[in-house]
């Protein structure tokens, strides 16, 4: 059995805003996620995890910051991206399991709907996708609540 596992990180600091974007989720808050594309690091670490198991570089080589067209872009066309690449390569998506990494916005309250949302973009049933949240006790960036950080873990099986 062929069999890849890959992890990745993301992380995001916290700008002016109502709500911030996390799975595909927009979650009510006092601010804002800044990045170059909608700064969603639960959908950025998924997909590093993909190309990660696929030993095919990391999100910044697919989509540069630098090039003007994914100003903005929501990660879904990431996420989607390192899927298709995955089957093109002859690999399904066993599971993908992400942590957020957060002291605030709450993650339980919505994470039954992140699964759902990256469960759809995936192609996985609900099952087959892990969203959790954990705080970092107060303790560095994330405990002095100036962004937000996640990793993930993505299996892949060839087909």
Not at 40 to 46: K, L, N
Not at 128 to 138: L, Y
Request: charged share 20%.
């Amino acid at each position: 059995m062929d069999l890849r596992l890959g992890n990745g990180f993301d992380v995001h600091r916290f700008c002016e805003g109502d709500h911030v974007v996390l799975c595909g989720v927009n979650v009510p808050h006092d601010k804002g996620l800044k990045g170059h594309s909608d700064a969603d690091v639960g959908m950025h670490a998924a997909t590093d995890a993909i190309y990660g198991a696929l030993a095919e570089g990391d999100i910044g080589q697919h989509f540069p910051p630098s090039d003007p067209q994914w100003k903005g872009a929501e990660s879904h066309i990431f996420l989607r991206h390192a899927v298709d690449l995955a089957s093109q390569k002859g690999y399904s998506i066993c599971n993908i399991d992400v942590t957020l990494i957060c002291e605030k916005p709450k993650i339980g309250p919505h994470a039954a709907r992140m699964r759902k949302v990256m469960a759809q973009i995936t192609g996985l049933n609900p099952d087959q996708v892990s969203v959790k949240a954990t705080t970092s006790e107060q303790l560095g960036f994330t405990g002095r609540e100036e962004g937000i950080a996640a990793i993930a873990t993505a299996a892949l099986v060839r087909t």
